[in-house]
């Protein structure tokens, strides 16, 4: 039940018709792990404590360097050296603070990955390499916990919601082999954008009052300033959720 201070607090919200008192409700309840607290984690955090998701727990292995702050907005120049899962605890607390803020400064792996998500109702991809998104795949599939995937590239980004037993997976849609050697381009309000996109999805996952885009990744691109959606299939022969795994 929400108190009199959260009814005011979410009352724009509360408006839409297929968020309501309901959906609000269920956000409370609900908990996300964000995977990576970098460019896109910065931004889809806040914005998941703003629309007040219950719990969020950060996941980040990694300290802030004066590299970040071109996109990383909940650091700043004091902030440079400490650890990214801490500092972004402190500051979404003081944004909002009636949710539960959960910091885990540790590196993803394949030994730790479905650990991670006991208790979790949703994982949000905030990750910059995808041997650890992999990982976090992979567990997902396995707890059939739904997990919203970003990516970005210089001026251009993606979003895919992935609903296990529903829609492909992320080893369906990208080879295992994906990698990238030296730092991402990057401008900051890319990571903004799609990050945004990506708790859109979230929300209309978590409160089930409206549908999601699942099965489809959304692509935009800053260049020209276009959206485009692209149908996907999933690999009856992916090694994480084909036919064999079902």
């Known amino acids: 039940m929400l108190t ?3 009814l005011t607090r979410y009352s724009r919200q509360l408006l839409i018709p297929e968020v309501g008192l309901e959906g609000q409700e269920r956000l409370k309840n609900s908990r996300v792990l964000l995977a990576g607290v970098g460019g896109l984690g910065c931004s889809s955090s806040q914005f998941l404590a703003c629309a007040g998701v219950g719990s969020i727990t950060l996941v980040d292995r990694d300290t802030v360097a004066l590299s970040d702050l071109n996109r990383q907005v909940l650091y700043g120049q004091d902030d440079i050296g400490k650890k990214k899962v801490e500092v972004a605890a402190v500051r979404l607390s003081r944004l909002n603070p009636g949710v539960e803020i959960h910091s885990r400064f540790v590196e993803i ?6 650990q991670l998500l006991v208790g979790i109702d949703l994982v949000m991809d905030g990750l910059d390499n995808f041997p650890a ?17 970003g990516g970005i ?28 050697e030296g730092p991402h381009p990057v401008l900051g309000s890319v990571p903004a954008i799609i990050a945004n996109l990506q708790v859109l999805e979230a929300i ?20 020209e300033m276009t959206f485009s959606r692209l149908e996907l299939k999933r690999n009856e022969n992916c090694k994480v959720c084909g036919k064999e795994k079902r």
Not at 136 to 149: F, G, L, T
Not at 153 to 161: D, E, F, I, P, R
Not at 205 to 222: C, E, H, N, P, Q
Request: glycine content about 10%; proline content about 5%; overall charge positive.
């Open 4 to 6: 009199a201070d959260e």
């Open 109 to 114: 792996s394949e030994g730790n990955a479905s």
């Open 133 to 149: 998104r992999f990982c976090m795949n992979s567990a997902c599939v396995e707890r059939k916990i739904p997990y919203v995937y």
């Open 153 to 180: 590239a210089g001026l251009k980004g993606a979003v895919a919601a992935i609903v296990p037993g529903k829609t492909p997976c992320l080893a369906c849609i990208y080879p295992r082999t994906r990698t990238h």
């Open 204 to 223: 209309k996952i978590l409160t089930g009052r409206y549908d999601s885009s699942a099965g489809r990744m959304v692509f935009f691109d800053g260049s």
